[in-house]
C-alpha cells in the first residue's frame, strides 16, 4: 500500500500514516512524503498512492485551511479518520539557547496551537509550508543557524536537532484529526 503524507519525514502526518498502515494490517507499506495537502489529493488523482492522509482540524486552533481548499480542488473518497495528540516542540540546532531564538519556522497551523508560548518569547513568525521540512532545512543550514522549529519530537530525532521545550502547544491534550482518503470511483 503506498500512502501519501502531507508532510515530510518526522511530520505528524507521517505518524499518522504509520498508524493508519497498522489499523489497515498492511504489513507492507510505504509513505511517500508530499509535504501539503494539494500534493496528496493531486498524487491520488494521478493514481500515484492507494490512499493519502492529511490533517483537517485541530481542536485547539480549528479548520486546517489548506487541507479544505485543496479538498475542494479534486474528486475523492473519504474511508477513515484518525486522531492524533499533536505535542508541539520547539527545536534547534545543538548547542542552541532558547536566549538565542528570534525566529520561528514552521507550519500557521502549529503556530497557531502555540500562540501562548510565541507570545511570551515575541517570536517572529515564519510559515515553512510543514512543521518536518522546516526542521530539515534548519538541520541542512538553509534557514539560520540560531532559528527554532515548531515541529515533532520525532522531527528532532530524525534531523539530530535538539528539543529546546516539549510540550509549547497552548492545550493538553492538542488533538488533531487526520482524514484517509482514496481515489473516488
Known amino acids: 500500500m503506498l500512502i501519501g503524507v502531507s508532510g515530510d519525514v518526522g511530520s505528524f502526518s507521517e505518524e499518522a500514516g504509520l498508524i493508519y498502515a497498522a489499523k489497515a ?35 485547539n486552533s480549528g479548520i486546517v485551511w489548506p487541507a479544505f481548499t485543496a479538498m475542494g480542488k479534486y474528486n475523492f473518497m473519504p474511508i ?34 502555540c500562540k501562548g508560548f510565541i507570545n511570551q518569547h515575541g517570536f517572529k513568525l515564519i510559515d515553512w509550508g510543514d512543521t518536518a521540512k522546516a526542521a530539515r532545512d534548519l538541520a541542512a543550514g538553509i534557514l539560520p543557524n540560531n532559528a527554532g522549529v515548531v515541529a515533532s519530537a520525532q522531527a528532532a530525532k530524525s534531523y539530530d536537532l535538539q528539543i529546546v521545550k516539549r510540550g509549547i502547544q497552548d492545550i493538553q491534550p492538542n488533538i488533531t484529526r487526520f482524514i484517509v482518503v482514496k481515489k473516488a470511483g
Open 25 to 59: 494490517h498492511s504489513a507492507k507499506h510505504e509513505i511517500r512524503y508530499l509535504i501539503d495537502m494539494d500534493g496528496v489529493l493531486a498524487a491520488l488523482e494521478r493514481g500515484e498512492i492507494d490512499v493519502g492522509i492529511f490533517p483537517f482540524v485541530n481542536y
Open 80 to 113: 477513515d479518520d484518525l486522531q492524533l495528540n499533536v505535542e508541539q516542540c520547539l527545536l534547534a540546532k545543538l548547542g542552541t539557547d532558547l536566549s538565542e531564538i528570534d525566529e520561528l519556522y514552521s507550519y500557521t497551523p502549529a503556530f497557531e496551537q
